[in-house]
């Protein structure tokens, strides 16, 4: 099957450095020099830029993302990713520059990663933010030039202004249980009652879960950590009326900690008993 939609290469202003990050998923693209083209069947796909079969590791599935480039430029840059069918994660975002005659693999972004955060395009270079963090507050930038690729970590702050009560706290449900802790102002809410170091346990131990629940006044989210679910496990809660916090961290074997003294309402109190190990 041919995933080509309408791909259009995005051509940006000469001013205008940052492009938003909308990936697609195709299996062939036009450049302004050429075409790309997915080729070959699974598990042993590859990629052809311009008729040039690229030097790439032959894999279960390729698909490109997108070209990109400055108005006026001699180059488009191609980004790509394959994967090999399985559980794990895959590769992360193969950069590739194409020019008039001329196709160059310029690197390959780290396996595992999260999501790419910003893209910049210079004259001379192409950039990504990859998230490496969970919180998605640390991110990896990834430049690519005729220096080659380098990397530099980035953070953004942990916290921001603390989200309030009313629909900043209804907003979450329906959503995964762990959505909050990408948030900055629920990290910043939540650190009204717990250390960082606290918040980052329990959002390592929901994983696996329901979605967030509204139960009288409260919004509730809870879940167990991937792989130790019969061990580890952790539960939240907000309070609509006043954004009051509340949290619960489960160890199997052991009481659990509570967090803030809104946990002591009888719906949140209720809410821990019923997710306790």
């Known amino acids: 099957m041919i995933r080509f939609l309408s791909a259009a290469l995005l051509v940006l202003s000469a001013s205008a450095a940052s492009a938003d990050v909308d990936f697609g998923s195709y299996d062939q693209f036009q450049t302004r020099f050429g075409a790309a083209s997915v080729v070959g069947a699974s598990p042993s796909q590859g990629l052809v830029v311009s008729g040039a079969t690229l030097p790439v590791e032959l894999d279960y599935m390729w698909e490109i993302l997108g070209a990109w480039a400055l108005e006026g430029s001699d180059h488009d840059w191609l980004l790509a990713t394959h994967h090999h069918g399985g559980n794990m994660c895959g590769p992360g975002v193969t950069v590739i520059r194409v020019g008039q005659g001329t196709v160059q693999v310029m690197g390959e972004t780290e396996a595992c990663e999260g999501a790419v955060s910003d893209m910049r395009i210079e004259p001379d270079a192409l950039e990504l933010d990859i998230f490496v ?3 998605r507050q640390q991110f990896t930038t990834y430049r690519f030039s005729d220096a080659g690729m380098e990397t530099t970590p980035g953070e953004q702050p942990f916290a921001g202004t603390p989200a309030g009560p009313g629909a900043d706290a209804t907003r979450w449900i329906g959503e995964h249980p762990f959505a909050i802790f990408r948030d900055p102002g629920e990290r910043a809410r939540f650190l009204t009652i717990m250390t960082e170091d606290q918040i980052r346990d329990l959002s390592d131990r929901i994983g696996p879960a329901n979605s967030v629940i509204q139960r009288g006044d409260w919004v509730l989210g809870a879940g167990c950590m991937a792989h130790a679910c019969n061990i580890s496990a952790g539960a939240w809660g907000i309070r609509i009326s006043d954004g009051a916090a509340a949290a619960a961290i489960y160890e199997n074997g052991s009481a659990p900690q509570v ?11 209720g809410w821990m008993a019923e997710n306790n190990l």
Not at 259 to 269: C, N
């Open 259 to 269: 967090y803030g003294p809104a946990a002591y309402d009888p719906v949140f109190a």
């Open 133 to 135: 963090d969970g919180m």
